[in-house]
Nanobody, 116 residues
Framework: VQLVESGGGLVQPGESLRLSCAAS????????MAWYRQVPGKERELVAT???????SYADSMKGRCTISRDNYKNTVDLLLQNVKPEDTAVYYC???????????WGQGTQVTVSS
């Protein structure tokens, strides 16, 4: 399993940013894909999930400000962050999991910094 995130960077409050995760080494279409984020000293937290059947879910703090989407032909999962806030600053990680009891795999993360 290989997950490679891209798209992070420095953005100003109120702007939008699209993160992308390229997946390989497993049958992507049947796996649950998710985005997490982590700031130093805090636990990694779930941002959004895209299930194998296409259902999506979002953390309450991100509802209305982000959209997760997956492309089962390109084996990618994107996270669009909108109207970003300084508190969105974190390292964002892509994850892949077959079932809830299966191992979860992680990418290396991409840094998002929201600052004016």
């Amino acid at each position: 399993v290989q997950l490679v995130e891209s798209g992070g960077g420095l953005v100003q409050p109120g702007e939008s940013l699209r993160l992308s995760c390229a997946a390989s080494g497993f049958p992507f279409a049947g796996w649950v894909m998710a985005w997490y984020r982590q700031v130093p000293g805090k636990e990694r937290e779930l941002v959004a999930t895209a299930g194998a059947a296409g259902m999506t879910s979002y953390a309450d703090s991100m509802k209305g400000r982000c959209t997760i989407s997956r492309d089962n032909y390109k084996n990618t999962v994107d996270l669009l962050l909108q109207n970003v806030k300084p508190e969105d600053t974190a390292v964002y990680y892509c994850s892949a999991q077959l079932r809830s009891w299966s191992p979860r795999y992680w990418g290396q993360g991409t840094q998002v910094t929201v600052s004016s």
